[in-house]
């Protein structure tokens, strides 16, 4: 009743809004400024916000202000946030602040190592920043890149903010695909995707999704993650795949495993000051209840096309190719542990940026003190990340051959690496790497060559000198 009354008083601060600007004559002289100057400068853009319904109740000032108004004032333009939209849009703009896309620019700056990656990749939008832009901001701090900064705009994309675009699956497209989260490829090749896909132009997309389910033949991302257009998107895993409460005790003991990998739990399996990092960007479910809120819905949405039995045993499988990751993940994870404790591998030089050393940090990504630590990011990262999507998205040729096999690859390769590392310190009769192992491992090699070449010249001139 509460979020009723909410949305209720939402929609009608929005109708003031609305009217306001009617009666105080904004519309026709400003829009009609602004596109008869942008019709010859950025003619697309005036033509894809004409084509959309916004460009028949406000015009280009309300999102842009008016301080501009000539090419002497371009630097006065203004770069509407999710606040701006909110003016309209209140009650949508209320549910993505609760959902985790409004967390995405916040969960960029959480690993260590962002910051150390080129700006451009970041603010300036041409790698991760370029997705988690979608998470809200505000307009400071942006002197150099200052495109982007709404996020209401990677879904209902500029200038026409189609509601009928952003229902369809590719409006997921650009972020949800890839290397960690290949969702689209997922769902794409999925019995669900197919059928979208062969049928899907057939289907009503000014339809609100409240009403769409019963005309679609299948579900997209928006029908599942978005039940009745609700813009708070969360699912019960996250993105880490991880829930700290867990009644089932040796499960909890590979997720503690799991979670010193992630920095969360330190080498003592007690909270770091990334716990709140973790809590705060909502990239895990802290209890059971927490992770059971966003279940029952999906058990729900699921049970539209599906019997209730169906929906909780297929969602119960994925849970358990989770379980099934962790107990290869965390034994990788304790083998890599164990390197560093027992000495055969050097201390990294960034020693004092790891939370739960000997435990590898993970979440520095690509930024690995060696090979070994690659391949256990990559089991995390892609693999797992793989493995556990594709379950939850009904494609299991991704789950299997895409996740679960090259988990277990992996596995066997960091296994192998790990005897390896260990013979070399034995036969060398250190207790650890020698400084010349640590930094130059083909120096033994080098002296070996050396050696036969300096003998080689030795017995040449012996000859020489006792000719028979």
């Known amino acids: 009743m509460a979020e009723e009354i909410k949305i209720k008083e939402n929609k009608i601060r929005a109708l003031i809004f609305l009217v306001l600007l009617a009666l105080i004559g904004i519309g026709s002289a400003s829009a009609s400024q602004c596109t008869d100057c942008h019709t010859s400068i950025t003619p697309m853009i005036v033509e894809d916000f004409q084509s959309g319904a916004m460009s028949d109740n406000i015009d280009c000032s309300n999102c842009h202000g008016s301080n501009h108004n000539s090419a002497d004032t371009v630097d006065k333009v203004e770069f509407p946030t999710h606040q701006t939209c909110g003016a309209c849009h209140a009650a949508q703009d209320s549910q993505y602040m609760d959902g985790k896309h409004s967390i995405a620019w916040a969960a960029l700056f959480a690993p260590p190592t962002t910051t150390d990656q080129p700006k451009e990749l970041m603010e300036g939008q041409k790698g991760c920043g370029g997705c988690h832009k979608i998470?809200?901001?505000?307009?400071?701090?942006?002197?150099?890149?200052?495109?982007?900064?709404?996020?209401?705009?990677?879904?209902?994309?500029?200038?026409?903010?189609?509601?009928?675009?952003?229902r369809r699956p590719e409006a997921c497209?650009?972020?949800?695909q890839g290397f960690d989260h290949a969702q689209w490829e997922m769902y794409s090749t999925s019995k669900h995707g197919v059928i979208?896909?062969?049928?899907g132009d057939k289907w009503n997309w000014t339809t609100q999704l409240d009403k769409a389910g019963s005309s679609y033949t299948a579900p997209t991302c928006q029908l599942c993650h978005m039940k009745d257009g609700d813009h708070a998107v969360l699912t019960s895993w996250g993105f880490l795949g991880v829930r700290?409460?867990?009644?089932?005790?040796?499960?909890?003991?590979?997720?503690?495993?799991?979670l010193k990998s992630y920095g969360v739990f330190d080498a003592d399996g007690n909270p770091t000051a990334r716990f709140d990092l973790v809590k705060d960007a909502k990239l895990a479910r802290l209890t059971m209840d927490e992770w059971n809120a966003p279940r029952e819905e999906m058990i729900?949405?699921?049970?539209?096309?599906?019997?209730?039995?169906?929906?909780?045993?297929?969602?119960?499988?994925?849970?358990?190719?989770?379980?099934?990751?962790?107990?290869?993940y965390a034994d990788s994870i304790e083998t890599v542990a164990a390197l560093y404790r027992d000495g055969v591998l050097p201390e990294p030089e960034y020693i004092d940026e790891l939370p739960s050393y000997p435990y590898t940090d993970v979440l520095r990504f690509y930024d690995q003190a060696t090979p070994i630590e690659l391949d256990l990011w990559h089991m995390m990262?892609?693999?797992?990340?793989?493995?556990?999507q594709?379950?939850?998205?009904?494609?299991?040729?991704?789950?299997?051959?895409?996740?679960?096999?090259?988990?277990?690859?992996?596995?066997?390769?960091?296994?192998?690496?790990?005897?390896r590392l260990r013979a070399e310190v034995e036969t060398s009769g250190?207790?650890?790497?020698?400084?010349?192992?640590?930094?130059?491992?083909?120096?033994?090699?080098?002296?070996?060559?050396?050696?036969?070449?300096?003998l080689s010249i030795i017995l040449r001139r012996r000859r020489e000198q006792n000719p028979r």
């Open 135 to 166: 998470g809200a901001k505000d307009s400071t701090g942006w002197e150099d890149y200052h495109y982007g900064i709404v996020g209401c705009d990677n879904c209902h994309t500029r200038h026409s903010f189609s509601v009928e675009e952003a």
């Open 390 to 419: 594709s379950t939850f998205h009904a494609n299991p040729d991704y789950t299997q051959w895409y996740g679960w096999a090259p988990l277990k690859e992996t596995a066997v390769r960091i296994k192998a690496e790990d005897e």
């Open 244 to 258: 700290v409460e867990e009644p089932d005790n040796e499960w909890m003991e590979d997720r503690v495993s799991v």
């Open 381 to 388: 990262m892609e693999y797992r990340m793989r493995a556990f």
């Open 430 to 454: 250190n207790t650890g790497p020698s400084e010349s192992t640590a930094s130059s491992p083909g120096l033994g090699m080098l002296f070996s060559v050396v050696s036969f070449v300096i």
């Open 300 to 328: 729900s949405t699921c049970s539209e096309c599906h019997s209730e039995e169906f929906a909780k045993n297929s969602l119960a499988e994925g849970d358990h190719i989770i379980r099934e990751c962790d107990r290869i």
């Open 173 to 176: 497209l650009p972020c949800h």
């Open 196 to 199: 979208y896909q062969i049928e």
